[in-house]
């Protein structure tokens, strides 16, 4: 299948509401921030030269007071408080899980809230952050798909989960020391709430800044969206984002995968692969993920993973397994560490990588799928005791 325009969803993306007049400058594109520069009064002359000032600032240093930022006019810094503000999302609540890895809940415009995963590594740290509030995917095995697509992100606020966890975890490098070249969070997965290429132009808005030189600085090749399969976004994705791709895969099937993962029903598993086989970007250094969720008696047999090896031929790939994290209510079990096994030994032997994934922070439902639920249902549940009470 093809397609003439952006595939897009009916669903409105709202920015944070400011007083009138007001614009946050976390988001804009240089060029969107030189345009707001201009309309106050910035000479044109000045405003290249302006941005990249306050650019660092923002991106580089972590500075919200515009009275810190001392290499501009303090009549300028003035101006430029009355005009604008530097704002983030807010932290709702921090868990930390026995093996390091932080959810963070935080609150956006219209009093919404999304979660951010940071999971430590030795030598690295992955920050898995949100596109959406909610996703309208319904995969079935994803405790997330169960609920309700609210709205897109703004640029401002998938950026600004990352400027939130570069604060909690003290990371703003400071003036005049020598660099460090050690990262914390060394690496970005959009595999959180939402589909990325649902929200193209936000997402692709906040991973430019999330890559400039002269900001956060981190390598196009650390940065990973993770799609279900909007086919005609996925050229797109490497031209003007130029991350690496992985794909919820997890069915070797039509039927199965319809089951699992419903956009397939829109573009089936030929019409993915063909776009994955062009993929722009895809290489032997750069190899496209498939993501393979471990179901028990559903997609784990040993027929499944050579159907897999058969289908992904042609593919610079490597097989993702992860043990199925199961969450009340789930309708699937995870299948037994043998069997992840066996189907894993399978792959290898066909000369693709295939990692299983360690489960990480299930103590606090921080794991693949399990996003914002556990904070849902016990909201759910503190409701229903009041209303038992009467109160």
Same mark, same amino acid.
């Given at each position: 299948?093809?397609?003439?325009?952006?595939?897009?969803?009916? *669903?409105?993306?709202?920015? &944070?509401?400011?007083?009138?007049?007001?614009?946050?400058?976390?988001?804009?594109?240089?060029?969107?921030?030189?345009?707001?520069?201009?309309? +106050?009064?910035?000479?044109?002359?000045?405003?290249?030269?302006? *941005?990249? %000032?306050?650019?660092?600032? +923002?991106?580089?240093?972590?500075?919200?007071?515009?009275?810190?930022?001392?290499?501009?006019?303090?009549?300028?810094?003035?101006?430029?408080?009355?005009?604008?503000?530097?704002?983030? #999302?807010?932290?709702?609540?921090?868990?930390?899980?026995?093996?390091?890895?932080?959810?963070?809940?935080?609150?956006?415009?219209?009093?919404?809230? $999304?979660? $951010? *995963?940071?999971?430590? @590594?030795?030598?690295?740290?992955?920050?898995?952050?949100?596109?959406?509030?909610?996703?309208?995917?319904?995969?079935?095995?994803?405790?997330?798909?169960?609920?309700?697509? *609210?709205?897109?992100?703004?640029?401002?606020?998938?950026? /600004?989960?990352?400027?939130?966890?570069?604060?909690?975890?003290? @990371?703003?490098?400071?003036?005049?020391?020598?660099?460090?070249?050690?990262?914390?969070?060394?690496?970005?997965?959009?595999?959180?709430?939402?589909?990325?290429?649902?929200?193209?132009? !936000?997402?692709?808005?906040?991973?430019?800044?999330?890559?400039?030189?002269? /900001?956060? =600085?981190?390598?196009?090749?650390?940065?990973?969206?993770?799609?279900?399969?909007?086919?005609?976004?996925?050229? &797109?994705?490497? =031209? @003007?984002?130029?991350? =690496?791709?992985?794909?919820?895969?997890?069915?070797?099937?039509?039927?199965?995968?319809?089951?699992?993962?419903?956009?397939?029903?829109?573009?089936?598993?030929?019409?993915?692969?063909?776009?994955?086989?062009?993929?722009?970007?895809?290489?032997?250094?750069?190899?496209?993920?498939?993501?393979?969720?471990?179901?028990?008696?559903?997609?784990?047999?040993?027929?499944?993973?050579?159907?897999?090896?058969?289908?992904?031929?042609?593919?610079?790939?490597? +097989? !993702?397994?992860?043990?199925?994290?199961?969450?009340?209510?789930?309708?699937?079990? &995870?299948?037994?560490? !043998?069997?992840?096994?066996?189907?894993?030994?399978?792959?290898?032997?066909?000369?693709?990588?295939? #990692?299983?994934?360690?489960?990480?922070?299930?103590?606090?439902?921080?794991?693949?799928?399990?996003?914002?639920?556990?904070?849902?249902?016990?909201?759910?549940?503190?409701? %229903?005791?009041?209303?038992?009470? /009467?109160?």
């Amino acid at each position: 299948m093809t397609a003439t325009a952006p595939i897009t969803q009916d *669903v409105v993306t709202i920015p &944070r509401k400011m007083p009138e007049g007001t614009v946050n400058l976390v988001g804009l594109t240089r060029d969107a921030m030189r345009d707001a520069l201009i309309a +106050i009064g910035t000479p044109e002359k000045q405003a290249k030269m302006r *941005v990249g %000032q306050i650019w660092q600032w +923002i991106y580089q240093w972590g500075v919200r007071d515009f009275a810190e930022m001392t290499n501009l006019a303090k009549d300028y810094r003035a101006k430029l408080a009355e005009n604008f503000v530097i704002e983030i #999302p807010e932290v709702v609540s921090k868990q930390v899980s026995e093996d390091g890895t932080r959810k963070y809940l935080v609150r956006i415009a219209g009093g919404h809230e $999304v979660e $951010v *995963v940071y999971i430590p @590594e030795e030598g690295r740290g992955t920050l898995c952050i949100s596109s959406q509030v909610g996703c309208t995917l319904t995969c079935s095995f994803c405790h997330t798909g169960t609920q309700k697509l *609210v709205r897109n992100l703004t640029a401002g606020e998938i950026i /600004g989960q990352v400027m939130m966890a570069r604060d909690d975890l003290g @990371e703003w490098p400071k003036q005049g020391a020598p660099k460090d070249e050690t990262r914390l969070l060394s690496n970005i997965v959009l595999m959180g709430m939402g589909e990325p290429l649902y929200n193209f132009e !936000n997402v692709r808005d906040a991973m430019k800044i999330a890559m400039d030189a002269e /900001g956060i =600085q981190l390598s196009r090749r650390r940065i990973t969206l993770s799609t279900s399969g909007v086919v005609p976004e996925i050229a &797109r994705t490497a =031209q @003007e984002i130029g991350c =690496q791709l992985a794909v919820s895969f997890h069915a070797t099937t039509n039927e199965t995968r319809n089951m699992l993962v419903p956009i397939n029903k829109r573009w089936n598993i030929e019409e993915l692969l063909a776009a994955l086989k062009s993929y722009p970007k895809v290489s032997n250094s750069e190899r496209i993920t498939f993501e393979y969720v471990m179901l028990n008696g559903v997609n784990d047999t040993d027929d499944d993973a050579r159907r897999l090896i058969k289908l992904i031929e042609g593919i610079p790939a490597k +097989i !993702n397994l992860i043990p199925f994290n199961e969450w009340p209510g789930a309708p699937y079990k &995870r299948s037994s560490n !043998n069997r992840i096994r066996a189907f894993a030994d399978i792959i290898y032997k066909a000369g693709y990588a295939s #990692p299983i994934r360690t489960p990480r922070g299930e103590d606090i439902m921080a794991a693949c799928g399990q996003l914002k639920s556990a904070t849902e249902r016990e909201r759910k549940s503190r409701r %229903q005791i009041e209303a038992d009470a /009467g109160l």
